[in-house]
C-alpha cells in the first residue's frame, strides 16, 4: 500500500530546477529566445498556458520528428521530460526573463559607450 502514499503527490510549489541533464537543453533554448529577441512573445506564450504545460509536453513528443531537427534526440527527451514538472514554467519565465534583462543591459552600456565616443570626436573634430 506504500504505492498509495504518493499516488496523489504534486510537484512542490515554485519553480522546478532542471537536472543536471536537463539545465545545459533549457539554458540553449531559452538563450535561442533571448538570441532571436522573442522573450515577450515566448513569456505570454508560457504564462497562456501554464495550466497546460503537462499537455504541452505531451504535444512535443508528438511533434519530436520535427524538432529533432533543432535538438539531438537526448536533449529533446531532457527539455520535454523538464517540460513535465509542474514548476517549469515557472523555471523558463524567470530565466528568460533574467537573460532578457542581461541583454538590454549590455545593449544599453554599448549604447551609451557609443555616445561617448561620438561625443568626443564631434568635440575633437
Excluded at 10 to 26: C, L, M, R, S, Y
Excluded at 38 to 60: H, K, Y
Excluded at 83 to 105: A, P
Aim: proline residues 6%.
Amino acid at each position: 500500500m506504500s504505492w498509495l502514499k504518493h499516488a496523489f503527490a504534486i510537484d512542490p510549489p515554485g519553480a522546478a530546477e532542471p537536472t543536471e541533464d536537463q539545465k545545459p537543453v533549457v539554458e540553449k533554448v531559452c538563450q535561442e529566445v533571448i538570441r532571436r529577441r522573442m522573450a515577450t512573445p515566448a513569456l505570454i506564450m508560457l504564462e497562456t498556458f501554464r495550466p497546460l504545460n503537462f499537455v504541452g509536453s505531451q504535444v512535443l513528443h508528438f511533434f519530436h520528428p520535427i524538432v529533432s531537427a533543432i535538438l539531438t534526440t537526448e536533449a529533446y527527451k531532457h527539455f520535454t521530460e523538464f517540460l513535465e514538472r509542474r514548476g517549469s514554467v515557472d523555471y523558463l519565465c524567470q530565466r528568460i526573463e533574467q537573460l532578457d534583462d542581461e541583454m538590454r543591459k549590455k545593449n544599453k552600456k554599448s549604447k551609451t559607450e557609443e555616445s561617448a565616443s561620438t561625443q568626443k570626436v564631434t568635440k575633437d573634430g
